[in-house]
């Protein structure tokens, strides 16, 4: 069996692991060891990996559920499981940075849990950069869990029952036009404002750009809370910014990390990542 090797990159979550090849067949101890360092670490980076979409997909079943990739779903029913971020067409053309698939993505730039949109999030996000920017293109990622840590008892305590509503066309039309049928796809959600990882007992707040209100208080108030928590867990010093390098293999827990783009110049550069998730398994509001 492979000895997994984890370096920590940032005090408070991430490891880059070596030891692994994903062109390997992955034993039930590894898949295992992956998931329980992932509990862990919230973020695991897999460098120099040999991908293509049928590996990707093997990883993606080993630690769970795909999820339906909602843009497709939305605007047209059919189920596909892999979303392109970057502006490098299946076909190998190249969008600038005025193309309409182009504007949408910049709403990846915003502080954002993967498809805390639906009912049911998403639990993993499973990311392999083939072409990457010479400028640019990196993601930031910052810790809700670690962000909970910090706050005062008294704040932890009054957020403790509180859920909040999260609305996908909320935050991203301020952006660019969601698609009508899109748009119906997706209606606003209620979830926890504070979420217990089931294996260790670590609370995190779950909040970022889809988040919209909380539930039964008023519109300042509610606008005021969920600015500030979200303020909270991403000054610099709590932020790792990931350099994106082709071969990087990136899974991270979106039940308690937030994350953007950093944007890079469309027009100059090329950048081809593809990304799989691992769907939730029930409502926030059913976890414990």
Same mark, same amino acid.
């Given at each position: 069996?492979?000895?997994?090797?984890?370096?920590?990159?940032?005090?408070?979550?991430?490891?880059?692991?070596?030891?692994?090849?994903?062109?390997?067949?992955?034993?039930?101890?590894?898949?295992? %060891?992956? #998931?329980?360092? !992932?509990?862990?670490? &919230?973020?695991? @980076?897999?460098?120099?990996?040999?991908?293509?979409?049928?590996?990707?997909?093997?990883?993606?079943?080993?630690?769970?559920?795909?999820?339906?990739?909602?843009?497709?779903?939305?605007?047209?029913?059919?189920?596909?499981?892999?979303?392109?971020?970057?502006?490098?067409?299946?076909?190998?053309?190249?969008?600038?940075?005025?193309?309409?698939?182009?504007?949408?993505?910049?709403?990846?730039?915003?502080?954002?849990?993967?498809?805390?949109?639906?009912?049911?999030?998403?639990?993993?996000?499973?990311?392999?950069?083939?072409?990457?920017?010479?400028?640019?293109?990196?993601?930031?990622?910052?810790?809700?869990?670690?962000?909970?840590?910090?706050?005062?008892? %008294?704040? #932890?305590?009054? !957020?403790?029952?509180? &859920?909040?509503? @999260?609305?996908?066309?909320?935050?991203?039309?301020?952006?660019?036009?969601?698609?009508?049928?899109?748009?119906?796809?997706?209606?606003?959600?209620?979830?926890?404002?504070?979420?217990?990882?089931?294996?260790?007992?670590?609370?995190?707040?779950?909040?970022?750009?889809?988040?919209?209100?909380?539930?039964?208080?008023?519109?300042?108030?509610?606008?005021?809370?969920?600015?500030?928590?979200?303020?909270?867990?991403?000054?610099?010093?709590?932020?790792?910014?990931?350099?994106?390098?082709?071969?990087?293999?990136?899974?991270?827990?979106?039940?308690?990390?937030?994350?953007?783009?950093?944007?890079?110049?469309?027009?100059?550069?090329?950048?081809?990542?593809?990304?799989?998730?691992?769907?939730?398994?029930?409502?926030?509001?059913?976890?414990?």
């Amino acid at each position: 069996m492979p000895e997994l090797h984890f370096e920590a990159l940032h005090p408070d979550f991430g490891a880059k692991v070596t030891g692994l090849s994903f062109t390997d067949r992955l034993s039930q101890e590894i898949v295992s %060891e992956i #998931q329980k360092a !992932i509990d862990q670490y &919230s973020l695991l @980076h897999f460098p120099n990996q040999k991908m293509n979409d049928e590996s990707h997909m093997v990883i993606t079943r080993c630690l769970g559920e795909p999820e339906a990739e909602h843009v497709t779903y939305g605007k047209t029913g059919k189920i596909v499981y892999f979303g392109t971020v970057g502006n490098v067409m299946d076909d190998d053309s190249k969008k600038d940075g005025t193309d309409p698939s182009t504007l949408y993505q910049k709403g990846n730039e915003l502080w954002h849990s993967d498809s805390s949109f639906r009912k049911i999030p998403s639990y993993f996000s499973i990311t392999h950069a083939y072409e990457v920017p010479g400028e640019g293109g990196e993601t930031e990622f910052a810790s809700m869990r670690s962000a909970y840590a910090r706050l005062p008892r %008294e704040k #932890q305590e009054k !957020i403790e029952n509180l &859920s909040c509503i @999260h609305d996908y066309v909320f935050s991203r039309s301020p952006v660019a036009p969601v698609n009508p049928k899109h748009a119906a796809s997706l209606p606003p959600v209620e979830h926890k404002l504070v979420r217990t990882n089931p294996v260790n007992g670590l609370k995190n707040y779950f909040v970022g750009s889809h988040a919209r209100s909380v539930v039964g208080w008023h519109g300042v108030e509610s606008r005021k809370l969920l600015d500030d928590l979200l303020e909270w867990s991403t000054q610099p010093k709590d932020v790792y910014s990931h350099k994106w390098a082709a071969g990087d293999t990136v899974v991270w827990d979106n039940r308690c990390l937030l994350h953007r783009g950093a944007g890079y110049n469309a027009d100059r550069w090329r950048r081809r990542m593809r990304q799989t998730r691992v769907a939730g398994k029930v409502s926030t509001l059913e976890e414990p």
